[in-house]
Nanobody, 120 residues
Framework: QVQLVESGGGLVQAGGSLRLSCVAS????????MGWYRQAPGKQRELVAR???????NYADSVKGRFTISRDNAKNTVYLQMNSLKPEDTAVYYC??????????????WGQGTQVTVSS
């Protein structure tokens, strides 16, 4: 069974912080790379941060220096610490493996995501 459950989003003022969490089923979390993605209204979903099982990380230029991804392999959980938030960070945030999970029928599997709204 595959499952992704994201939480921690909310409404925050520009300059504020949020910490997102994602609990993944073992079949997903066992993959080498996990990532956080986001999709803003009218835009395509983008990968903003990724982390390997050993802890190596990569970030999109737009969040570098402000976001930190981490994982707890014992808890099948991935985190995204977001600091110095900007209005342009407003989006629905999702976690997934990288590359994303594909289920029977060839469809990408995504959790429900968590809404992050940054007010100016």
């Amino acid at each position: 069974q595959v499952q992704l459950v994201e939480s921690g989003g909310g409404l925050v003022q520009a300059g504020g912080s949020l910490r997102l969490s994602c609990v993944a089923s073992g079949s997903i979390f066992s993959r080498n790379v996990m990532g956080w993605y986001r999709q803003a209204p009218g835009k395509q979903r983008e990968l903003v941060a990724r982390i390997t099982r050993s802890g190596s990380t990569n970030y999109a230029d737009s969040v570098k220096g402000r976001f930190t991804i981490s994982r707890d392999n014992a808890k099948n959980t991935v985190y995204l610490q977001m600091n110095s938030l900007k209005p342009e960070d407003t989006a629905v945030y999702y976690c997934n493996a990288d590359p994303v999970v594909v289920v029977l029928g060839g469809y990408e599997y995504w959790g429900q995501g968590t809404q992050v709204t940054v007010s100016s």
